[in-house]
């Protein structure tokens, strides 16, 4: 594919300086003196040409990675005037209300970057605003490529990267939610240290280091800095470029149609025609961001004044990302064992032990569905949702527990504004976290095998007109036409291939083959996730021959 784009659309460069009568340019000049020593041309030739397909939800991923450089200039910006110590000092500033009050020297540092930092209010919240949508854009991209199947091979390590990033950016998001030292945040930090204080045998000792000594210490704004600006944000960028290289190196995914096949790519050409979209659609999210910004307060540290270890806000909720982890949290039962003078708390235990769990789920199912196919091909094309549906079944089960976990880590909000009951929202959440994942594997499963006993009508029958008929006998019926090529192409382009099986349990001399645990639950699983019961098969050509040239087909 890459080399027969470059064949058709390599032409960029016609001949050398030397084969032309006019003297070169210092343009020219310099362009040669740097290919000379770095061989930048047979760099460019080979990857400026490269062909991308052409899709809208192929720019989610454009959201994550402009968000993130929106986040890396404003978070610059933000450095400059940010004090990242907890030493405490008394506020006589611009902001009134709070003259005279004792507060850190990172709140006051923030405090006066929204006040009296010429645009700082305004970067404050756009570099907030695009934490949230990196998280989202990052999120939503994963959902892309998961329901698509295009984590597998050869992008198991791509899959892995940016299951990476999405992890570190919640760290990430932590920490930055952190710096401010204002109520609201001082709470989420309060509630980390919960977290970790229910680890058995070292919770403590992690607390005490974290912390400088006992919560909330004066070390821990000083810790997360240089982790909020340097650590995680490099780690992250190196992972961006690697995540992009590999993009490059497999080349893009596209989804079936015509011309399409694991070989080729239809689309257009890195550059110009693709570089100058990417330039254009970063100005528009920043422009959206900066709207967003300006006339969307998020985060007023002001009105929740400085952290105090005695005092928490009501209604305090975290980031959105956050809200899956303190859901589980908030409605877990209070169990908890005590044995030989120490206390283990499961109510907290358990759920800060579930959230990194359910993570890990997200990051090694390729792997696990690799396993259970046997598939060692490469695969370029994605699927269609509705025909791998259990696969989309078990992705809609996971963003439901998401949902009402995170209905559950807002009950306060929930029962506030709702006027319900918080404990009857607590224990919503807690029968729904069982029940709602089922339903929704359920109802999802079926409505993708209706999808596909719609296309094999499609297929066979083609497209309803809305024109009816009156057939010579009397009968009416409704006038169907017929498909064109390109979209019989898409309904019946997809695989349906055998599960895995163990086989026969005795050889032709009836001795008993050993069959391993491993190799059954094997089985089990493919015949669940691929077996007769998961699709509709396809029609047939003879089927569809059959019906088309006789008088079925109206």
Known sequence: MDDAARTVNGQARVGSSADRAEPPGNGEKLADWADSRLGLYSLAKANMRKVFPDHWSFMLGEICLYSFLILILTGIYLTLFFEPSGAEVVYHGTYEPLNGIVMTKAYESTLHISFDVRGGLLIRQIHHWAALIFVAGMFVHMMRVFFT???????????????????LAILTGLTGYSLPDDLLSGTGVRFADGAILSIPIVGSYISMFLFGGEFPGHDIISRFFPIHVLLLPGIMLGLVVAHLILVFYHKHTQYPGPGRDQKSVIGMPFLPVYMAKAGGFFF???GVLAIIGGIATINPVWAFGP???????????????LGFSEGLIRVMPGWEIN????????????????FPLFLLAIGVYPFIEAWITGDKREHHILDRPRNTPVR??????????????????????VATHLHLSINSITWFVRISVFVVPVLAFVITKRICLGLQRRDRDKVLHGRETGLIKMLPHGEYVEVHEPLNQESLFVLTQHEQRPPYEIGPLEDANGVRRKVTVTQRVRASLAKGMFGPDTHIPKPTEQEYREITSGDHHH
Do not use: C, M
């Open 339 to 354: 044995a030989w003078g120490h206390t283990l708390e499961l109510g907290v235990f358990i759920p800060f032990s579930l």
């Open 284 to 286: 528009l999210v920043f």
């Open 149 to 167: 199947g295009a984590f597998r091979k050869p992008r198991e390590v791509n899959w892995l990267f940016g299951w990476t990033l999405l992890f």
């Open 307 to 321: 952290y105090r270890p005695d005092l928490v806000t009501t209604g305090a909720q975290p980031d959105w990302y």
């Open 392 to 413: 989309t079944a078990l992705g809609v089960a996971w963003l439901s527990i998401y949902a009402v976990l995170l209905i559950g880590g807002g009950n306060d909000v």
